[in-house]
DNA sequence: TGATCATATGAACATATTTTCAATCGATTC
DNA sequence: GAATCGATTGAAAATATGTTCATATGATCA
């Protein structure tokens, strides 16, 4: 039976705070990825979570590019470009490959383009933006 | 014959920049989606991004939870907890149920559970993470 | 070797984000 | 209708993030 009160009979969790249903934060504290699994998850999205390194990386998903490329392609500077370059280096979801003087940026892997495209579909099966109240 | 300058023939893209790869650029200008959809699938990435966000993602998606339950799952306070969820519900990536003095939140969909574990799948196929240098 | 091109890096600045505290709203109960 | 409980809102403070400018690196070519 699930209590309505505030008293947890196991107090691990519950602690000193209010909590409504005990049973269900203990069943979701079963089944839910852990804290650090879920930080890196979140360190993950938050790649494609900027409007600059999501045109980046869509722009790689179709063709492989130069720096100054890029920088053209996104109407912006070129350190900016190269920093962010670098946090998605950083994070393995783009590889380079130097040409003498040019570095070619691609996507690492089919994954990431995958991951776009399911974020494309969402968006896709939106009704419309807006408020949520 | 793809040139290898700064000119580009067509003149709208590159500008006065310098511009290395001018046929490439023209390839991803016509493949990419546009810049308010990928502005648009930012934000929505954007929403992952952030570890107490997926974090009630993640337990939304085992059970429906209150606010208060979600502090005390979280470890974090009640306003706290209200301020993301608000950003969640204008994002239509949840919902809300008030039952008297309580309001149930949940996952909209079941799309949402399908990033997560797209996401998870990614973090699971990852050799380790690290530098990419 | 010196000049030049493409890229990378570092520090500073500007901007966003997230959490907190305090106060308010809504609904129930006495 | 006053008190209480859960949830929301707003403003302020603390952090994090992204872009810029200036400069350094690495590679090519004269």
Redesign the pocket.
Known sequence: MVETT?SDERGAICLSQ?C?HPAAIRAVNAAMPEFGRLAELADFY?LF?????LRILAALGIAEL????L?VLLA????????????LKQARIVR?R???????YALKDEHIRHVLRVGLAHLGEQPEAGEG?
């Open positions: 505030h209010p409504i938050k979570g900027d409007p600059t390194r130069c720096v100054c490329d920088g912006m500077k070129q350190p900016a470009v190269s920093h962010q370059l670098r946090v380079a130097r040409e003498g003087k040019v570095v070619y109240g």
